[in-house]
């Protein structure tokens, strides 16, 4: 099992930017594959970013250019770095840990992000 916690949220400027963290508690960070996701009131969860274990990566077309996802295993962490914020990039963003094919699917807290003047 793995808990999550994320950090980094805040208020920010559009055109602004925020790192978001997420700390893995647990054994085997590096078999996870990774991710973000963003709710806005009255909408689905929606993904934002995904590194999958290999190192590959996925990007929603909103966040495409704007947003980078890392992680590093010897920290059991992954990180989402948001440039170029819009109003729009507004919500709770949820770090999300899983192991393809399998019922192991975690989230952390969450953390709000604000971008607006």
Known sequence: QVQLVESGGG???PGG???LSCVAF???FSIY???WYR???GKQRELVARMAIGGGTYYSDSVKG???ISRDNAKNAVYLQMNSLKPEDTGV???NAQIP???DNYWGQGTQVTVSS
């Open 33 to 35: 594959s990774m991710g």
């Open 11 to 13: 208020l920010v400027q």
């Open 93 to 95: 963003y949820y770090c």
């Open 66 to 68: 704007r947003f980078t």
């Open 39 to 41: 709710q806005t009131p």
């Open 17 to 19: 930017s925020l790192r």
């Open 101 to 103: 094919r399998t019922p």
């Open 26 to 28: 647990g054994s085997r």
